[in-house]
């Protein structure tokens, strides 16, 4: 099912992403950033219970940190793909799986 969000000053529709980006279940990282968003927009709205917000700042931090994660680990394979010994000549190994 779609989801409504605000984007600038209008609402738009927009298609829910799939669940699973085919590594261990987890959504991909488009989609974890755009909750985050969702989140922080909320949060800022002033309008929620302290439950709520409390709810929901407890799940954006752990979507931030496992973005970090994850933007770590895509830095790391970057820095392995252009990665060159001292001679200035390619490294070439293989890479692991996501």
């Avoid at 609402?11 to 985050?36: H, I, V």
């Avoid at 407890?58 to 994660?69: I, S, W």
């Amino acid at each position: 099912m779609g989801e409504v969000f605000r984007s600038g000053m209008s609402t738009r529709k927009k298609q829910s992403p799939p669940g699973d980006n085919g590594q261990n279940g987890e959504a991909p990282f488009e989609a974890s950033l755009e909750r985050l968003t969702d989140i922080v927009d909320r949060l800022e709205n002033g309008e929620l219970g302290l439950e709520e917000s409390l709810a929901l700042f407890e799940e954006g931090v752990r979507l931030a940190r496992h973005a970090q994660e994850r933007l770590d680990a895509a830095e790391k394979r970057v820095e392995e793909l252009i990665a060159v010994d001292q001679d200035g000549e390619p490294v070439s190994r293989e890479l692991e799986p996501e």
